[in-house]
């Protein structure tokens, strides 16, 4: 069965609720066996495209992905990025900023980690955090140095997802092509997840005390998720709601989206010069 990214594709100008979108969906594999077979599949598939998106060297793909702690971003981005050449893809995961980057707007410390053309730029959170667990916990907001007239705003969040689309729409103009994921999680599945991170010791090192503060803010994050994707999704920088319960559909997912963004760039290899046929014929000559 094959996996259609628009089924997950969060339609421009949509009201979200995320309710309605599934955590879980019908396996697109029959077997651990299958799913090994389709994954590679897509790897190869997408180490060709990636190939030949470097060598075009025309534009570039950021590709964001959010969602709930333990929600699978870093296995995603591990097992759908492994046959990606390294020199033309970069992975940034983005935490607390830091003093520096407090001194700056609140989308300046990803700015400087767009992706050159030829290349993929993969963000493990972004600047979207600052809609969403900033929103969750406003006080946060005293540490960005503010001024109280602009935080105190009825419309501060709303000129917030402004900023944001204004920039990916710059970027979509400006040659990179921006996609989004949301992997969704049920509360349920995360909480198995943690689970297994305390008992299994190999895993112990995923789990802190801060997970299970925030788990206390579930609902809040839910809204707060729901007013970002309704906000910005837009056609120059969609988004995709991952069901995510099932790690290995996920992943399927994921590489599927990221192989048609690739084939929807205009990618082609350099033609050859007649004056660099001729340096290489001489270049022939010479071995």
């Known amino acids: 069965m094959k996996i259609d990214s628009k089924d997950f594709q ?69 097992h759908v990025m492994s046959g990606v050449n390294p020199q033309g893809c970069e992975v940034f995961a983005f935490k607390q900023p830091s003093a520096e980057e407090l001194e700056h707007d609140f989308l300046w410390r990803t700015t400087r980690r767009l992706p050159e053309r030829g290349r993929i730029g993969v963000f493990n959170r972004s600047y979207y955090e600052e809609v969403l667990v900033v929103r969750v916990h406003p006080q946060i907001l005293r540490s960005q140095r503010l001024s109280v007239k602009l935080s105190d705003q009825k419309s501060f969040w709303n000129e917030r997802y402004r900023s944001i689309t204004d920039l990916e729409n710059h970027l979509h103009c400006n040659g990179t092509r921006v996609v989004k994921f949301f992997l969704h999680l049920s509360k349920g599945e ?36 729901e007013a970002c994707l309704t906000a910005t999704s837009t056609p120059y920088a969609p988004w995709y709601v991952v069901p995510a319960d099932d790690k290995k559909n996920a992943r399927l997912i994921v590489s599927q989206i990221v192989m048609d963004a690739l084939d929807g760039l205009a990618m082609a290899y350099p033609k050859t010069t007649a004056k660099r046929r001729r340096e290489l014929k001489a270049i022939r000559h010479q071995l």
């Open 10 to 78: 969060v339609r421009p100008g949509a009201k979200v609720k995320l309710k309605e979108w599934p955590t879980r969906v019908k396996p697109f594999f029959k077997s651990k066996k299958r799913y090994q077979k389709l994954l590679e599949k897509h790897v190869e598939a997408l180490s060709a495209l990636q190939h030949l998106h470097y060598a075009s060297n025309r534009q570039a793909l950021l590709l964001i992905f959010q969602g709930m702690d333990a929600g699978g971003k870093d296995g995603a981005i591990r």
């Open 190 to 225: 995360q909480r198995n997840r943690f689970l297994a991170r305390i008992d299994e010791p190999e895993k112990n090192w995923k789990f802190s005390l801060a997970d299970i503060h925030e788990r206390k803010y579930w609902k809040n994050y839910m809204r707060a998720y």
